[in-house]
C-alpha cells in the first residue's frame, strides 16, 4: 500500500520558518496533483497549496507570498517552505496526491506532521 511520508514539521517562534517534505513510498501512477493541507485546532481541513502536473499553483489566501510549494509530481515528491509564520499557522499539515489512472481516481494522504508557531 502506497504511503505518503512528511517531515519537516516542529516547533518555531513567530516570524521563523519550516520546510515541510513529503514523497510517496512507492510510485503513484497518474498523479494530477500534490499539495498541503493543514487541520488547525477545532477547524476543519484546509486547502494549504497545490502543484498541478501542468504547472499551475493555488496558494491559500492566507499563506500567498509567506509559503512557497515546489516538487515534482512523477516523482511524487512535495515541499512546501514556510516562511514568516504567525501563531495561526499552527496545524497538523498533511500531504495530498490526488491521481487519476484509468478510470480510477482518487487521493492519497499521509500521517500528518505537527507545525506549532509560539507567539
Known amino acids: 500500500q502506497v504511503q505518503l511520508v512528511e517531515s519537516g514539521g516542529g516547533l518555531v517562534q513567530t516570524g521563523g520558518s519550516l520546510r515541510l517534505s513529503c514523497a510517496a513510498s512507492?510510485?503513484?501512477?497518474?498523479?494530477?496533483?500534490m499539495g498541503w493541507y493543514r487541520q488547525g485546532p477545532g477547524k476543519q481541513r484546509e486547502l494549504v497549496a497545490r502543484?498541478?502536473?501542468?504547472?499551475?499553483?493555488n496558494y491559500a489566501d492566507s499563506v500567498k507570498g509567506r509559503f512557497t510549494i515546489s516538487g515534482d509530481n512523477a516523482k511524487n515528491t512535495v515541499y512546501l517552505q514556510m516562511n514568516s509564520l504567525k501563531p495561526e499557522d499552527t496545524a497538523v499539515y498533511y500531504c495530498?496526491?490526488?491521481?487519476?489512472?484509468?478510470?480510477?481516481?482518487?487521493?492519497?494522504w499521509g500521517q500528518g506532521t505537527q507545525v506549532t508557531v509560539s507567539s
Open positions: 512507492r510510485t503513484i501512477f497518474g498523479v494530477n496533483a
Open positions: 502543484i498541478f502536473t501542468g504547472g499551475s499553483i
Open positions: 495530498n496526491a490526488y491521481a487519476i489512472y484509468g478510470p480510477q481516481r482518487g487521493d492519497y
